[in-house]
Each structure stands twice: as structure tokens, then as C-alpha cells.
């Protein structure tokens, strides 16, 4: 990995320093204050004379954690079509994350969705050519859409849908799991357009053996082998034929962009985003769990049962990831903000809760001693993130970090840790913190 390209062209970029291209490289894991570094309580008072700033409620800060204003990083890297501030966390293949006061809108624009690719994606695209074939033992028989025949065919729907890859956070995972190094920005939630998965299905004649669909796609697998699938992932008939599962062809009102999915890709709404196949040409219907690319192995698999950090898991203790976890981000401010004394600081993000809806979204300055409650707006729709916003006193001058915790329709609320450590580092639902420093 290190050796591609893209490692070399930062290096070569950043002749004069170093440390600026492997904090380009591996994110926030090699900054000067390592994410990883376990800090003594000693090294709190050293933190604060680096902020400038006293830290009021150090002694509630646990162990281990680093101030969020080191934990920031705002280097960029240019993707087409994508805004300059997205983060690169892999090159070959492309895999961005937007930083998190980059999704401070209620509908995830285009250019800030991120993208999370595990194969080379697809060129010289041709939507008027584009066919998704029906297939699989558990459909009665083979069909085969052009675009426009799903359009002119079925209904269409347009529904806002969280997608969030995951590994989402898989960087605060210790011991580290050596795959994307996401921080929190693999997520987003724009509209999508399409058609229903099961009227599709349902079109055709699904068998009553079904229990699961698979997905297939145009991209190719990195190792340039035809015959590989980069990823083949599906979902269960019960997700499958849910009323917001969408054969999308439009995000936002307009062609889905081409890192994403385009001209075609399914949405499955919170649910792990590898669920939500891009470059979409072939769906099939199964007796048995689909057993594609990705589907098989440790890939979106959690232990079935808790396991010691750093554990080996063999397959068979593994189970599918299936819908995300209760989360949130704050999108605005930006960590790093700073107020003056007596000034209340606006704060807003969202919340999300894979297949169910969020109850409440709480607030701290002091490290979870003490929470404030959040106005929650409703969903725009079923499996579409929600919004938050508050407005938060500090008790004097300092510097602070302000935490955000969600709790889910069931009651399950995030950690303010990262949960627990899974070989393949999914699954961080650990709560958002930003800096803020009050003089
Ligand atoms: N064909 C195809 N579909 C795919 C992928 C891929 O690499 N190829 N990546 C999956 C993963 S792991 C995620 S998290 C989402 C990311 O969607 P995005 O890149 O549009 O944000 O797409 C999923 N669908
Ligand atoms: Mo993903």
C-alpha cells in the first residue's frame, strides 16, 4: 500500500516536510500528538499550555483521550467533482471522507457525499446502453431493464436515505485495524430517486424460497483480473422489499456523480453502505445468504460474541453487519471554535439510527459529567438522518470539547468510548467531540 502512487506523489510533494505527507497518508494517526498515544493525566497540563488555554474539566477527561483541537486534521486533496475539503483516506482504489463541518447540510450535496470505493470504478459510461439483469435461483425468471424501461415501468420515489459506510471510524480502534482509516465523515444522507427494489422484483415473481439478494456491479477488481468482483454484498428479502430500497438512478435531482454510483445503484437506507451497490447492472434473488464478494470472510462481519482487542476470529464466530448503529456529528461549529466569555455557543449536526428512528440527542462541555438536552427535529422520512441544535453556556474562559451523544427509539444510546474492538474495525458509534475554546 505504501508503495502506490498516490504515497510516493505526497512524498515527492512534501520534499520539505516530511511529517506533513505521512499526516496526508495516515490522517490523524501520526499527528505530533498521537491519536493512538495513551496520555497520563500529566500530559493534560502539558496539553494546555499548547492550547493556550486552561482545560477546566480535566479531571473528568478520561484516560487516553486527546484534546479533539490535536485530533483535527484539515488537509485536503482534489477529487473531480467533489469539494477540495473532502480527505482522502485511500487512493487506489478512491475512498474520501467529508469532515464533519462539511455535512452541516440538512440534504448531503453531491459534491460532499463521500466515497468509499472497493474496486477500479467504471469508464466511458453509457446510460442509454445500461441494462440490470434479474437474475438468481430464487426468481422465476430472468429479466433484463434498460434505465428507461425502469423508468417508463414502475413508479418512482424519492426518499432521503443515510448511507454510512462500516467503517466509519475504524481509526480510533486500538490495536489498529491496518484498513481505510476513517475518522467520522463516511456518512451522509442525501435524496434519492429511483424505483422500488420490490416492485421490480415483485414484477418478475419472486419464488418462496428467497431469503436474500446480491448485488453486482460494473466496477472492476483492483488486482485487473476479470472474473473478480471488487464487492457482491446483498441484504435479506425482509430489507430488500422495504418500501424505501431503491433502485436509484438520481441524487439530489440530478444523475447520481459517477464516484457514487452512477447511472445506476441501489440504496439500501441505513444499513452498512456496503449494502448500497453502485454501478448497478445485476440484481439476484437467493435461496440461501448470498455468498458474493465480500459476503463471505471476516468482510462486514462483527464477532458474534464480544472478543479482547486484538483477538483472532475465525468465520465461523462472525455475524453479517446488517443495520448501523445510533450516531450522531456535530456539523457546526467547526472544532476549533472560538467564543468569548459569557457568549452561548449555537451548535447543530444530525443524528442517525440505521433501521430505527432517534429519540434524543444530549450535549456536554464537561465530558459527560453533566448533558443537555437537544431540539430534535423529525425525519424527513424513514431512514433519513435528523437534525439537532442547541445552544450551549460555558462555565468561564478555557478550553473545552463539546460532546454529542444520540440515543435510538430502542433506548440504546452511544458510547462516549469506542465500543468494542472487532477485528475488521467496524461499527465505531463512539460519541463526536469538537474543541472549543472560550477567552
Ligand atoms: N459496485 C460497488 N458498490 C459499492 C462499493 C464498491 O466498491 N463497488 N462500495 C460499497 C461501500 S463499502 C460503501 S460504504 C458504499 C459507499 O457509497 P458511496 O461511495 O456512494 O459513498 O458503496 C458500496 N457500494
Ligand atoms: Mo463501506
Known amino acids: 500500500m505504501k508503495n502506490s502512487n498516490f504515497y510516493r506523489g505526497i512524498h515527492e510533494l512534501y520534499k520539505e516536510d516530511p511529517e506533513k505527507a505521512d499526516q496526508l497518508i495516515w490522517g490523524r494517526e501520526v499527528h505530533p500528538i498521537s491519536r493512538r498515544g495513551f496520555l497520563k493525566k ?18 473528568n ?12 486534521t484539515s488537509d485536503s486533496f482534489n477529487i473531480a467533482g467533489k469539494h477540495p475539503g473532502l480527505i482522502v483516506v485511500n487512493d487506489r482504489p478512491v475512498s474520501a471522507e467529508t469532515p464533519a463541518h462539511l455535512l452541516d447540510d440538512f440534504v448531503t450535496p453531491a459534491d460532499k457525499l463521500f466515497i468509499r470505493n472497493n474496486g477500479i470504478p467504471p469508464e ?6 445500461w441494462r440490470l439483469r434479474i437474475e438468481g435461483e430464487s426468481i422465476k425468471s430472468h429479466a433484463q431493464f434498460s434505465l428507461e424501461d425502469l423508468k417508463r ?15 466509519n471510524g475504524r481509526s480510533e480502534f486500538n490495536p489498529p485495524v491496518l484498513e481505510g482509516q476513517w475518522t467520522v465523515g463516511a456518512v451522509g444522507c442525501p435524496e434519492w430517486t429511483g424505483v422500488r427494489l420490490r416492485d421490480v422484483l415483485e414484477s418478475i415473481g419472486i419464488k418462496d424460497d428467497a431469503v436474500y439478494i446480491g448485488y453486482y456491479g460494473r466496477d472492476t477488481h483492483i488486482s485487473g483480473k476479470p472474473g473478480h468482483e471488487p464487492i457482491s454484498r446483498g441484504v435479506p428479502m425482509s430489507k430488500a422489499l422495504e418500501d424505501e430500497t431503491l433502485i436509484a438512478w438520481a441524487m439530489n435531482g440530478a444523475d447520481i456523480p459517477i464516484m457514487n454510483g452512477h447511472p445506476l445503484r441501489l440504496v439500501c437506507g441505513g444499513w452498512s453502505g456496503s449494502t448500497s451497490g453502485k454501478w448497478l447492472n445485476k440484481i439476484v ?12 470472510g471476516l468482510s462486514y462481519k462483527l464477532p458474534c460474541h464480544p472478543v479482547e482487542p486484538g483477538d483472532k476470529v475465525t468465520e465461523k464466530d462472525m455475524c453479517i453487519i446488517e443495520s ?16 468569548k466569555v459569557g457568549q452561548k455557543l449555537p451548535l447543530r449536526g444530525h443524528a442517525w439510527a440505521g433501521d430505527l428512528s432517534v429519540s434524543a440527542v444530549d450535549i456536554s462541555n464537561d465530558f459527560g459529567m453533566t448533558w443537555q438536552r437537544c431540539n430534535l427535529q423529525e425525519p424527513k422520512n ?26 435510538d427509539s430502542a433506548g440504546k444510546m452511544q458510547p462516549m468510548v469506542v465500543p468494542g474492538w472487532n477485528p475488521k ?15
Open 42 to 59: 500529566s500530559g493534560l497540563w502539558a496539553m494546555s499550555a499548547a492550547l493556550g488555554a486552561n482545560i477546566p474539566f480535566a479531571d
Open 61 to 72: 477527561m478520561p484516560g487516553g483521550l486527546i484534546p479533539a483541537a490535536f485530533a483535527d
Open 124 to 129: 466511458n459510461i453509457n446510460p442509454a446502453a
Open 153 to 167: 415501468k414502475f413508479k418512482h420515489y424519492t426518499y432521503q436515505l443515510t448511507i454510512e459506510c462500516a467503517g
Open 285 to 296: 434473488v437467493r435461496n440461501k445468504v448470498h455468498d458474493g464478494e465480500k459476503m463471505t
Open 324 to 339: 448501523m448503529p445510533v450516531k450522531s456529528l456535530i456539523t457546526y461549529p467547526k472544532t476549533g471554535a472560538m467564543i
Open 382 to 407: 424513514r431512514l433519513a438522518w435528523q437534525h439537532w441544535q442547541a445552544e450551549l453556556d460555558f462555565s468561564g474562559p478555557g478550553y473545552y470539547e463539546v460532546w454529542a451523544r444520540a440515543t
Open 425 to 439: 474495525g467496524y461499527l465505531n458509534n463512539a460519541c463526536h467531540r469538537i474543541a472549543v475554546k472560550v477567552v
